[in-house]
């Protein structure tokens, strides 16, 4: 561990006082890193280890601490960029999302308490990833949406989510109102500007097996239930001029599904008589329905 000095007065780790007054690091009771960053991760994890130990029993706001906190997180940037890369298809810059989550990493740092006997790289990464996570929730929206739906559409979410844990199934529209305090409508509200937060490509593919191509490749295509949908409009006005009987010919063969022997007992009349009627009926209709697509 070639990075590690001996104890005493080193300088400041490197990148830590970039622009500004160099001051020589404070005395250390422990190990000295000349350069966080060139420490192999097995060996940043371990050094991390002692360091949060350290960092525990320093005045917050000393030298000492600031310079034992700095170094843990030149030691764990690692960790935040590992991170990062699970938001590279973001759009975002990488970069940016590193910043983010290093904001993360300080705060798993300052909260870290190492007598829970939990591992720091345990704790660390769910906190970098929920910064990076609220960094998308409260700055990324594919439009604009006023500012009071973008604090409503939060408040939703963790509402959400807090009645998911208490509940055991997700909350609905009525209990979220009553939890947060606020109207039903205005939930609905919050939850249709979710919708603004992102947006999908053209390009984008269904997913699953059953998926219809992109939504690109779907534009314009024909659709056959149309048709269905244009030509019962057409017929409602036609089947309303029938006559009493002829409609409830109608209704008992195409609603309630009655063969033409079951209509003939019903009306009294034979089998033929109820195709002839039925047939007569239907050219009719067919007539009056293709007369005005003419």
Same mark, same amino acid.
């Given at each position: 561990m070639s990075e590690v000095s001996t104890i005493g007065t080193v300088p400041p780790a490197a990148g830590r006082c970039a622009g500004a007054e160099q001051q020589p690091a404070p005395v250390l009771d422990g190990p000295v890193i000349d350069d966080p960053s060139a420490v192999a991760p097995a060996d940043a994890k371990a050094l991390s280890a002692s360091l949060l130990e350290r960092l525990r029993t320093l005045e917050e706001g000393s030298a000492e601490y600031s310079y034992v906190r700095g170094t843990l997180i030149e030691l764990n940037v690692s960790l935040v960029r590992y991170v990062a890369r699970r938001f590279r298809q973001s759009g975002e810059p990488m970069e940016d999302i590193v910043q983010v989550g290093t904001i993360g990493l300080i705060k798993a740092i =300052? &909260? *870290? =308490? @190492? /007598? &829970? $006997?939990? #591992? *720091? +790289? /345990? *704790?660390?990464? @769910? /906190? !970098? !990833? $929920?910064e990076i996570k609220r960094f998308f929730r409260d700055t990324t929206w594919a439009v604009h949406v006023p500012r009071r739906l973008q604090e409503l559409r939060l408040a939703i979410a963790k509402g959400r989510d807090h009645l998911e844990q208490t509940l055991g199934r997700p909350a609905t529209v009525a209990e979220l109102a009553a939890h947060l305090g606020i109207t039903e409508? #205005? +939930?609905? #509200?919050g939850m249709v500007a979710g919708n603004a937060h992102t947006a999908g490509s053209l390009d984008l593919r269904e997913e699953g097996e059953g998926g219809d191509g992109s939504l690109l490749q779907r534009l314009g295509r024909h659709d056959p239930g149309l048709e269905?949908? =244009?030509?019962?409009?057409t017929l409602k006005p036609m089947v309303a001029a029938l006559g009493e009987r002829d409609r409830r010919i109608l209704h008992m063969r195409f609603v309630e599904e009655m063969t033409q022997a079951e209509i003939g007992? #019903?009306?009294g009349v034979s089998q033929m008589h109820v195709s002839r009627l039925l047939a007569r009926i239907l050219a009719g209709l067919r007539a009056g329905l293709l007369g005005d697509a003419a």
């Open positions: =300052d &909260r *870290f =308490d @190492p /007598t &829970r $006997g939990l #591992e *720091f +790289v /345990t *704790f660390a990464i @769910p /906190t !970098v !990833v $929920g409508e #205005e +939930v609905v #509200e269905k949908v =244009d030509n019962l409009q007992a #019903e009306l």
